[in-house]
């Protein structure tokens, strides 16, 4: 499932904070260093999701699905194991407004402890689990993937330092280092004949270059000074994101699905989430964090805070709805074209999650606000009534096959969406009109890019996917220079306007 993550409505009087439209007007240097920022968080999104996904459909040749349902198997059991850990509690360290080097000290060793044990655990479990779910390849996938468990948490702290500061091209130097190291390695395996052994010595690679690259380049080593108070200052932020956090990562879905679907049903809902995860990561991928640094940075200013939210959904929802809207209509063709018979169901499924692509772009930013303002409890909440959403769905109508599933979870997110627009316009204090209009110009462009590109011929190739992408991007780029010049004047300004005392 998409972890979109969204946000309460409470109308306000006739200032013209509340009812004038979002825009902005930001030229500090804190705005441009987070669009600047937001470069580099792209590429730190994007990396990893890239070189992932080349992994996986060059694997894909060389496994079936049977083998991918196998790995995601133990890939879900390891990630239950990482979403019950305090990796959530270095969040707080951004959001916190003063910060002592003792807050970092506590969670780093916090952490430390809890990869220890659960490192062991999975190790000393794994034959019970194969037994458990009848897949003996867990007995030997399982203690090589726990191995990612230590690497994964000890990297959460300074991760947030580096996040906190803003120096999100070091966030994207870890990512760069990491995916090429997984990458040659994912790629040189399943080339050497190891197959499904490949990709999971990848997984445990990729989690210990980026642990080294990334205490490398944070400038911080932790200490041994620390008290239980530190960790309290930190417990309710915390708690709830470490919460929410669990939602994301254990993938419940994964394991329900196995249990009642089989291994191969599985392997297509992964094939399905491995493209959407790839398009979220083109579309909004960038804005997440620096959206979460920059209105922690605001809660103090709630008309500048506006202002950036405002523009902000107007650059996810004009980069993520061509995005989601194009991919729904080539990626049945893309599939066709470079992989076998038996992977087209996972297509069409792969279409029906672009639809709640349009929610995600939104969802992204949603989550950053809430954040931001103190309130990971909503979010924490919000994921859950989804997970469960998600894996109702599941039981329901898993015995009609993929695309059913698919379908089932895309209708199921719609219906609970409107309760994040909800939260959003009750922290930004506006109507929610003023809210819709900050993305409505790029949801007219995508409606007219799309019925451009459905009356288009229709024609087998690589040469009509081409001529789609070329013609939907020169369609979208024109009807949206067309209905919001003024917008994107304001964007570009802010991209090259020097901060504040720059010289």
């Known amino acids: 499932m998409p972890r979109a993550v969204h946000a309460d409505g409470a109308d306000v009087s006739q200032s013209a904070t509340a009812t004038a439209p979002f825009v902005p007007h930001l030229t500090s240097g804190r705005s441009r260093a987070a669009f600047l920022g937001s470069f580099w968080s792209l590429i730190h999104a994007l990396l990893p999701s890239l070189s992932a996904t080349a992994v996986f459909f060059v694997s894909a040749t060389f496994l079936s699905p049977v083998d991918f349902g196998h790995l995601a198997m133990a890939t879900a059991l390891v990630s239950i194991a990482l979403a019950f850990s305090p990796a959530a509690f270095g969040e707080a360290l951004v959001q916190r407004e003063t910060l002592r080097p003792e807050h970092a000290n506590a969670v780093f060793w916090l952490n430390a402890g809890f990869a ?41 702290v300074p991760a947030s330092m580096i996040i906190r500061k803003m120096r999100f091209r070091l966030l994207a130097l870890r990512t760069a280092i990491g995916s090429g190291v997984g990458m040659a390695l994912s790629v040189g395996l399943l080339l050497a004949g190891h197959g499904l052994l490949a990709l999971v010595i990848a997984q445990v690679a990729v989690s210990v270059t980026t642990f080294v690259v990334v205490l490398w380049t944070a400038a911080w080593r932790p200490g041994f000074s620390m008290r239980l108070g530190d960790l309290r200052d930190l417990a309710r932020y915390g708690v709830f994101a470490a919460g929410q956090r669990m939602l994301g990562m254990v993938r ?29 990561s083109v579309a909004g991928g960038a804005l997440s964090s620096v959206t979460h640094v920059v209105l922690s940075s605001m809660q103090g200013e709630p008309e500048k805070a506006r202002r950036a939210f405002g523009l902000v959904s107007f650059v996810a929802a004009g980069v993520g709805f061509p995005v989601f809207a194009g991919a729904a209509l080539v990626v049945d063709d893309l599939v066709g074209l470079f992989f076998a018979e038996n992977w087209l169901a996972a297509a069409r499924a792969a279409q029906l999650f672009c639809l709640v692509g349009f929610l995600f772009s939104l969802g992204i930013v949603q989550g950053a606000l809430i954040r931001s303002r103190g309130h990971p409890d909503w979010l924490f909440y919000y994921q859950l009534v989804q997970e469960a959403g998600t894996v109702l769905a599941i039981a329901l109508v898993f015995s009609w096959g993929i695309e059913a599933i698919v379908a089932a979870i895309a209708i199921k997110t719609a219906l609970i969406w409107p309760v994040s627009v909800a939260m959003t316009v009750r922290l930004l204090d506006c109507p929610v009109w003023t809210y819709i209009r900050s993305f409505a110009a790029p949801a007219v462009a995508t409606a007219g890019m799309t019925a451009i590109l459905v009356a288009l011929p229709q024609a087998p190739g690589a040469a009509h996917i081409a001529l789609q992408i070329v013609v939907g991007a020169c369609v979208y780029a024109l009807l949206l220079f067309a209905l919001c010049r003024a917008r994107l004047a304001e964007v570009a300004r802010l991209i090259l306007t020097k901060p504040e005392g720059a010289t």
């Not at 190790?123 to 994964?152: D, G, H, N, Q, S």
Request: proline fraction near 7%.
């Open 252 to 280: 419940v879905d994964h394991l329900v699905l196995g249990a009642m679907g089989g291994p191969v049903l599985l392997g297509l809902l992964v094939f399905s989430q491995r493209v959407f995860q790839l398009l979220a």
């Open 116 to 156: 220890a044990i659960y490192c062991a655990v999975l190790v000393l479990l794994a034959p019970a689990f194969a037994t458990y779910f009848e897949v003996p390849e867990l007995r030997w996938i399982l203690p090589i993937l726990a191995l990612k468990i230590p690497f994964e948490l000890l990297a959460a």
